[in-house]
């Protein structure tokens, strides 16, 4: 998937980037769908399924929260 990514610097037609858009959304896919339902079960049968999920999705959050940040004062120093 970041082999995908890191690739989208080097294509300059519109089909070669839809074929990665494509290619990286479906590994994305299998790696973040098995995972969520390991941390799913995992959570149900020790906190429950609903804070195991806004857990998750608070930490994800959070995370954008701090990529964008950090994106934004690398682009305010050039």
Known sequence: MAGCVFAFTLVNTLPLTLALLLLAGCLGGIFLVPMNTCLQQIGNQTIGTGKTIAIQNF????FM?????????ATRQG
């Open 65 to 73: 929260f701090l990529g964008v940040g950090l994106y934004t004062v």
């Open 59 to 62: 930490v994800e959050n959070t």
